[in-house]
């Protein structure tokens, strides 16, 4: 059974940071490609940022290039998301994604997600 765990929200100001951990069970992690996407309220889930397999290759929404940074340890499971010089408008629920290409379709899981509140 594939479980994505996400941790490490909470409520911080403007101007600060948090870092979200995802770990992982139930998979052959270092086969995954990670992401992070975040759903405001009333709004649709949106991409911020995802790594390949090895790590070597990462992209980010352009709302959050240059502030936040996605990384992965395979040897721990787990893949991150620093968040830094966050504003009010970075609150959401992120979410953890885990997706590879198997057969020709794509597998993904999510995780349950974790709120991140930021006050001006």
């Known amino acids: 059974q594939v479980q994505l765990v996400e941790s490490g929200g909470g409520l911080v100001q403007a101007g600060g940071s948090l870092r979200l951990s995802c770990a992982a069970s139930?998979?052959?992690?270092?086969?995954?490609?990670m992401g992070w996407f975040r759903q405001a309220p009333g709004k649709e889930r949106e991409f911020v940022a995802t790594?390949?397999?090895?790590?070597?290759?990462?992209y980010y929404a352009d709302s959050v290039k240059g502030r936040f940074t996605i990384s992965r340890d395979n040897a721990k499971n787990t893949a991150y998301l620093q968040m830094n010089s966050l504003k009010p408008e970075d609150t959401a629920v992120y979410y953890c994604?885990?997706?590879?290409?198997?057969?020709?379709?794509?597998?993904?899981?999510w995780g349950q997600g974790t709120q991140v509140t930021v006050s001006s």
């Open positions: 994604n885990a997706r590879r290409l198997q057969v020709g379709v794509w597998q993904d899981y």
């Open positions: 790594i390949m397999w090895s790590g070597d290759s990462t």
């Open positions: 139930g998979l052959t992690f270092s086969s995954y490609a």
